[in-house]
T-cell receptor, first 115, second 113 residues
Framework: DVKVTQSSRYLVKRTGEKVFLECVQD?????MFWYRQDPGLGLRLIYF???????EKGDIPEGYSVSREKKERFSLILESASTNQTSMYLC??????????????FGPGTRLTVL | GNSVTQMEGPVTLSEEAFLTINCTYT??????LFWYVQYPGEGLQLLLK?????DKGSNKGFEATYRKETTSFHLEKGSVQVSDSAVYFC????????????FGTGTSLTVIP
C-alpha cells in the first residue's frame, strides 16, 4: 500500500513562530504537493515539487516556503506563522506520467492552529 | 484553463435514499476525472476515477460516468448508508500538461438513520 505520512495530526503554534510541516511518501514518487483546506474553499495548492530540490509555486504561496532535499520528503515551512494560516494542511504525491495509478495519494492531514 | 465546479452542500439524506452529486469541468486537454472522499478527521482517499470519455468509474456502490459532451462527471449511489457520511471532492488532472490536480470545493454529505 502506498503510504503518505505527515509528522503531526494536530499542531498549535503562536503568532510569529517558525513552523515546519513534514511529509514523507514511500512510493518513490517524483511529484509532491502541499494543499491547505478551508471550509467553503476546498483544496488550494500552496507549492509542489516535481523533483529533488525543485519547487513550483501553486495558487497561494505567500507566507510559505518548501524544501525537498530528498525524494521521499517534502517540507512546508511557515516562516512567521499568522492566525490566518490556521487551517488543515494536506500533503499528496503522485508518480510519473504513465504510472499505473495516475492518482494523487494523500496524507492524513495536519490541523494547524495559530494563536 | 482547467477547473471543476461541483454541487454545493451540505446534503442531508435518509438511509437508503438515492444520491447524486453534480460535477462539471473545464479542461484544455484530455483530462482524467476523479472522485475523492474525505471521512471525518482523515485525508482524502480515491473513491473512483475515469480516464477517458464514456468510461464509468465505480467503487463501493458509487458510480460516475465521464461525459465529454456535457463535460460532467456526476457521482451517484443508489442506496446510501450512514457510513457514507463524508465530504466528496470532484477533481481533474491533465497529465499531458503537468502534474497538477484541480479540485472542486467539496460537498458534505450526511446520512441519517
Amino acid at each position: 500500500d502506498v503510504k503518505v505520512t505527515q509528522s503531526s495530526r494536530y499542531l498549535v503554534k503562536r503568532t510569529g513562530e517558525k513552523v515546519f510541516l513534514e511529509c514523507v511518501q514511500d512510493m518513490d514518487h517524483e511529484n509532491m504537493f502541499w494543499y491547505r483546506q478551508d471550509p467553503g474553499l476546498g483544496l488550494r495548492l500552496i507549492y509542489f515539487s516535481y523533483d529533488v530540490k525543485m519547487k513550483e509555486k501553486g495558487d497561494i504561496p505567500e507566507g510559505y516556503s518548501v524544501s525537498r532535499e530528498k525524494k521521499e520528503r517534502f517540507s512546508l515551512i511557515l516562516e512567521s506563522a499568522s492566525t490566518n494560516q490556521t487551517s488543515m494542511y494536506l500533503c499528496a504525491s503522485i508518480g510519473p506520467v504513465g504510472d499505473a495509478y495516475n492518482e494523487q495519494f494523500f496524507g492524513p492531514g495536519t490541523r494547524l492552529t495559530v494563536l | 484553463g482547467n477547473s471543476v465546479t461541483q454541487m454545493e452542500g451540505p446534503v442531508t439524506l435518509s438511509e437508503e435514499a438515492f444520491l447524486t452529486i453534480n460535477c462539471t469541468y473545464t479542461a484544455t486537454g484530455y483530462p482524467s476525472l476523479f472522485w475523492y472522499v474525505q471521512y471525518p478527521g482523515e485525508g482524502l482517499q480515491l473513491l473512483l476515477k475515469a480516464t477517458k470519455a464514456d468510461d464509468k468509474g465505480s467503487n463501493k456502490g458509487f458510480e460516475a460516468t465521464y461525459r465529454k459532451e456535457t463535460t460532467s462527471f456526476h457521482l451517484e449511489k443508489g442506496s446510501v448508508q450512514v457510513s457514507d457520511s463524508a465530504v466528496y471532492f470532484c477533481a481533474l488532472s491533465d497529465r499531458g500538461t503537468g502534474n497538477q490536480f484541480y479540485f472542486g470545493t467539496g460537498t458534505s454529505l450526511t446520512v441519517i438513520p
